[in-house]
């Protein structure tokens, strides 16, 4: 294999090329069907180009909690939103066969409570393992700039 040409893999994101993505942007990353027939959705939430910028780190783990708590307000699809490690966006799975499209309102919904909150939930040393390492001052700037580039979230390449 050449070096622009790598291997098939196992996770999906590591197939997708992520020189040609345009963040900020909101795609499917999978889907699958359960034995029992039950459909998820995964999407990918991109708060930034990757490889040029990040979150940073108690940013990251701020939004983890308010977007976890407050999506679920939205809707009761929500199976878990987790944070990508290379700290540019999240993972947000969802029970259902859902679009883009379907699932963009309940997003908008879910930062804009972001921008309304006045502390991160569960900001502490009973139901958090790292308590004083968040960030809403953070969290809220993320948020509004993903929500004022609400226009490009379906534009995935540049």
């Keep these: 294999m050449s070096e622009t040409t790598p291997p098939t893999m196992n996770v999906e994101s590591f197939n997708l090329d992520h020189r040609t993505v345009a963040a900020p942007y909101l795609r499917v990353a999978d889907r699958k069907t359960l034995p029992a027939g039950d459909r998820l959705t995964k999407f990918d939430?991109?708060?930034?180009?990757?490889?040029?910028?990040?979150?940073?780190?108690?940013?990251?783990?701020?939004?983890?909690?308010?977007?976890?708590?407050?999506?679920?307000?939205?809707?009761?699809?929500?199976?878990?939103?987790?944070?990508?490690?290379?700290?540019?966006?999240?993972?947000?799975?969802?029970a259902g066969d859902l679009t883009p499209e379907e699932f963009q309102?309940?997003?908008?919904?879910?930062?804009?409570?972001?921008?309304?909150?006045?502390?991160?939930?569960?900001?502490?040393?009973?139901?958090?393992?790292?308590?004083?390492?968040?960030?809403?001052?953070?969290?809220?700037?993320?948020?509004?700039a993903f929500l004022d580039a609400r226009e490009e979230w379906l534009t995935v390449e540049a």
């Design 45 to 94: 939430v991109r708060f930034t180009q990757p490889n040029v910028a990040h979150l940073e780190s108690e940013t990251v783990h701020s939004l983890e909690h308010l977007m976890a708590e407050h999506m679920r307000n939205h809707t009761d699809a929500v199976i878990d939103v987790s944070p990508m490690g290379c700290r540019t966006g999240f993972y947000v799975l969802l």
């Design 105 to 144: 309102p309940v997003l908008a919904a879910t930062l804009e409570d972001v921008l309304a909150a006045t502390e991160v939930p569960a900001a502490n040393e009973v139901q958090c393992g790292w308590g004083a390492h968040h960030s809403l001052e953070g969290a809220q700037a993320a948020a509004r």
